[in-house]
């Protein structure tokens, strides 16, 4: 390039400099807090089978179809359609689970939710219009204690 001739990326006398910050998923986020990382969305119309493990936090928005173990807390939102076995510690379904799920500490089904199959809970919240069927056990304090009913919808 001859000496005269101005380099495509030289910046106009007076422009200033602007640093833009690029949000990215191995930001500093992830850095600062290492549960942010090991957190799953499934998102609308995304479509997901198999096994999920070492997962903390899953939020299905889409479909899954897949056996959960190992995750703290499980989410199901309206738009979301679950099937398959949950072992967690905390679920919430606003939308659509059908399988086998038990809640080491709490359960609880939004208005929307619908949750269907074999349940096993330590406690339990359903508010107006929220859904269960299925067999459904309370979790004893003790290892040995159990205690199980079969029930329609709420």
Avoid: W
Wanted: glycine fraction near 12%; charged fraction near 25%.
């Amino acid at each position: 390039m001859a000496a005269d001739q101005k380099t495509p990326s030289a910046l106009p006398e007076g422009f200033a400099k602007r640093v833009v910050s690029i949000p990215s998923s191995s930001g500093t986020a992830s850095l600062n807090n290492p549960e942010a990382s090991k957190r799953l969305v499934v998102g609308k119309e995304i479509c997901l089978s198999g096994e999920i493990t070492a997962c903390d936090t899953l939020v299905v928005e889409g479909q899954v179809d897949a056996s959960l173990t190992g995750t703290r807390m499980f989410e199901v939102t309206e738009s979301g359609d679950f099937k398959g076995k949950v072992e967690i510690d905390t679920a919430e379904i606003r939308g659509h689970f059908e399988g086998e799920l038990t809640a080491k500490t709490r359960l609880i089904i939004r208005r929307t939710g619908v949750v269907a199959g074999k349940i096993r809970y330590r406690a339990l919240e359903i508010e107006q219009g929220g859904e269960i069927a299925g067999t459904v056990e309370v979790l004893p304090e003790g290892a040995n204690e159990s205690s199980e009913e079969s029930v329609g919808a709420a």
